[in-house]
């Protein structure tokens, strides 16, 4: 059974009823982000039930000695990890002397949780009675500001019900905090000093090992019936990593007295002094004002769904599931700066480290380059060229020469931090992820610019790794790679995975391609390249040999590339012939068990086919869907998505809508039962793609958009917007007709089902 107490909502998330058992699993439904900072939603008050604490600001990371029974020469020394921040929501309550506990309390009531999509704004009340007989009503308004993005805002109200109240509010900035997943035991942050000022409050504290340095601040005022009390802290508690103020307020019966709470973090990737820039951001916000906050808020995220938002008609969990996935992927990464990255988990947990992984070229450049400008997908591209050097660096300590170039599983800096041994050496394949996104760039922008300027150096590097990784059988008489792990990691140490093999031979190919076409058409960049990597035609010709004469292992009694050399060894029992009390057997087997099982984790040969998927007929795809799909156990979230767009493009609609709606409702309905540490944040990515690429058959080919529309029986419709080289174009496909207009200055050709369309700007197409 998945979870099913999200209650249906075409804009919002609503949890009705307060159940101990779920509050870790909403902490991270509820969770909230603006791009440079994002918090999992622990309450503000003071809660001795089982609760993840999680606040963390983006590009702020430690290096956690790895832990590994066996040291393996080449390992990493660390895995690095995005940090719990310090907590700048805490407010301890008093109410008749007694603390407000949600555990404790005799009875809650009325418990809702809703988090706003449209506005960006989590909202949660209750009604409790205390141990003392003392009845209350609670609401509580939170958000992190788009505009100021290192201010975040709470408001909470208290109104006594059955008798006048003493409230004390106790608000604090805390930095004595740790993370779940410290390998060590250690503390990760390193208080230098702790100020206040009339109602302001001040934590600052140093990571050690990294120097980042934080400022986590706080202002309060207190309201009675809406009306400021222009009060300062009856007390204030300080030690070396904590200040606490306490205001109290007497509320009569029926009265509403409340605390508004500006917090957040100054950091010093920004910031010389963040101590000052942390008062400045106080004197804007209080410059603002709560109320405009709230409104500018809404009007930001108005302007991000205007360009971002799915309509889906006539089916609420699938609607709400969509927009869940694009909200929270605006949440995590918004494009502005190029030193930042989307991790798996964006800002909802700790799992995978919150670092960069090869789902970022994968699956997020895509959703990022149709919803933003193509600086935000440029940006993201950049991002690995400046860390191109740690690439050569990762290579090199595995013994590759020359400018070998091997992208990290996970970093934070470029340099690799992921430890274990099948996936740190063995999972390669994310070079070609790299590659492939510079590609897709160009193919969707149109923008060459990017290749000559950076994008052939990363190609080079990714293109001398792949000739030295690959090895001469003369027993095949072809090029092999050996010892990998591809996608599906239910198989390690593998030789011969179709699809690193059939990524290892495009990604030569495809650099060789752009050598000789910035040698004609850019000459100057040409020369200054290969003076910089010292590349001569001998080497080129060596890695075409590479290339031209690599083996994919192929079955000719199931007519399918082989996923590797021995899958046909493996007892080839299907998924749906395993006991569901089995399932998910990554949580019931042993790893041995998984390893020797046929049971896949996600497309992997089908991986292949989703990248390159006009290098192979219609009747391959079917053939190999067919033959795969029956092992795939969908235990990765990457993993509906890509199944989701193949169904659809194979006309199987009534699999694709199920493969949509595990996608959007991946974490809404807990499918992998493990939500509560956080969600997945860059498989959203692929629910959208399932839409627009799945559903809407949206492809670029020789630079214009093709559409193949096809609808799940459940819709009555569905739109999209694409922003195709600035021009912003609106797809809308209902059972018997596909609708577009154009906002934009020039006609633009689109071509639906094969047959060329004339797209005039500002007037409506219905084909």
């Known amino acids: 059974m998945n979870q099913d107490y999200i209650k249906p909502d075409n804009w919002s998330i609503i949890e009705e009823g307060f159940e101990i058992e779920r509050v870790k699993s909403s902490e991270s439904l509820f969770s909230i982000g603006n791009g440079a900072m994002g918090q999992r939603a622990n309450f503000e008050e003071y809660y001795s039930g089982k609760t993840f604490q999680g606040s963390y600001i983006a590009g702020i990371y430690y290096p956690d000695k790895t832990k590994v029974g066996w040291w393996k020469n080449g390992y990493p020394e660390y895995f690095a990890k995005v940090l719990n921040a310090p907590n700048w929501i805490g407010i301890d309550i008093e109410i008749n002397g007694e603390n407000l506990d949600l555990a404790k309390c005799q009875s809650v009531a009325n418990f809702k949780r809703e988090l706003n999509m449209k506005e960006g704004i989590y ?31 709470i408001n909470y ?66 309201l009675l019936e809406d009306n400021s009390l222009n009060v300062t802290p009856l007390n204030i508690e300080k030690s070396s990593d904590k200040i606490q103020f306490s205001y109290e307020v007497t509320a009569s019966k029926g009265q509403t007295a409340s605390i508004q709470k500006f917090g957040g973090y100054t950091v010093s990737l920004n910031h010389d002094d963040t101590q000052i820039a942390a008062e400045k951001v106080i004197e804007k916000a209080l ?38 996935n694009i909200f929270q992927l605006n949440q995590t990464y918004l494009g502005k700066d190029s030193r930042l990255n989307i991790g798996p988990k964006g800002f909802t947990g700790e799992k995978y480290g919150g670092s960069t992984y090869w789902d970022t070229e994968a699956y997020c450049i895509p959703f990022y380059m149709a919803t933003k400008d193509q600086q935000v997908a440029r940006n993201l591209l950049t991002y690995r060229y400046n860390q191109l050097d740690k690439a050569i660096e990762n290579a090199a300590k595995l013994g590759f020469k020359n400018g070998a170039a091997l992208y990290p599983m996970v970093t934070m800096n470029g340099e690799e931090c992921h430890n274990e041994w099948e996936i740190t050496f063995e999972e390669i394949h994310r070079n070609g992820a790299i590659a492939f996104a510079i590609f897709n760039y160009y193919r969707f922008t149109g923008d060459y610019s990017y290749i000559p300027e950076k994008g052939l150096e990363v ?129 019931k087997w042993s790893w041995d068990r998984i390893l020797r099982s046929p049971y896949i984790k996600q497309a992997d040969t089908l991986q292949g086919f989703y990248f390159f998927e006009d290098h192979f007929s219609r009747e391959q795809l079917e053939k190999h869907f067919d033959f ?140």
Request: charged share 25%.
């Open 628 to 767: 795969y799909e029956p092992f795939t156990v969908h235990e990765s979230s990457l993993s509906p998505c890509v199944h989701s767009i193949q169904a659809a493009v194979l006309g199987r609609m009534e699999q694709a809508y199920t493969f949509y709606l595990r996608t959007s409702r991946l974490d809404l309905d807990d499918y992998n039962k493990e939500v509560e540490e956080g969600l997945h944040i860059t498989s959203m990515a692929g629910t959208w793609m399932s839409i627009v690429e799945g559903f809407g058959g949206m492809r670029v080919k020789n630079n214009q958009l093709h559409f193949e529309p096809r609808i799940p029986k459940e819709w009555n419709g569905y739109s999209f917007k694409i922003n195709f080289r600035n021009q912003i174009l609106k797809i809308s496909v209902h059972q018997n007709e596909t609708k577009f207009t154009l906002e934009g200055n020039n006609p633009i050709a689109v071509f639906v089902n094969g047959k060329e369309v004339q797209v005039e700007p500002n007037c409506l197409v219905t084909v």
């Open 123 to 153: 909202y949660r009340s209750f009604n409790a009675t205390l141990q003392n007989g003392t009845e209350i009503s609670v609401k509580v308004t939170r958000f992190l500001s788009l505009d100021l993005d290192e201010l975040g805002v």
């Open 287 to 324: 410059e603002i004002s709560y109320s405009n906050l709230v409104e500018n808020q809404k009007k930001a995220w108005a302007k991000i769904w205007e360009m971002s938002d799915i309509t889906i008609d006539g089916d609420v969990k699938a609607q709400q599931g969509i927009r869940f």
């Open 157 to 222: 109200e208290i109104t006594p019900l059955n008798g006048d109240a003493s409230i004390v509010f106790k608000p604090y900035v805390d930095a004595g905090v740790h993370n779940e997943d410290a390998n060590w035991e250690e503390k990760f942050w390193e208080p230098l000093n702790v100020q206040s000022s009339g109602n302001e409050g001040f934590v600052t504290a140093r990571t050690f090992k990294t120097h980042f340095t934080a400022t986590t601040f706080m202002q309060n005022t207190i």
């Open 459 to 587: 190609l080079i590097g990714i293109a001398r790794f792949w000739y030295q990784r690959a090895t001469y059988s003369t027993y095949r008489n072809q090029y092999v790679i050996l010892g990998v792990t591809g996608p599906n990691e239910y198989e390690n140490n593998v030789n011969n995975n179709f699809y690193t093999n059939y990524v290892a031979k495009w990604c030569i190919d495809y650099a060789m391609e752009q050598i000789q076409k910035v040698k004609n058409e850019y000459a100057s960049d040409y020369s200054r390249i290969m003076s910089k990597v010292a590349l001569d035609d001998a080497e080129i010709m060596h890695w075409k040999k590479v290339a031209d004469h690599m083996y994919f292992p192929y079955s000719e009694e199931h007519g399918v590339y082989l996923q590797q050399d021995g899958f046909l060894d493996k007892e080839l029992v299907k998924v749906h012939d395993l006991d569901r009390s089995q399932r998910p057997i990554n949580q």
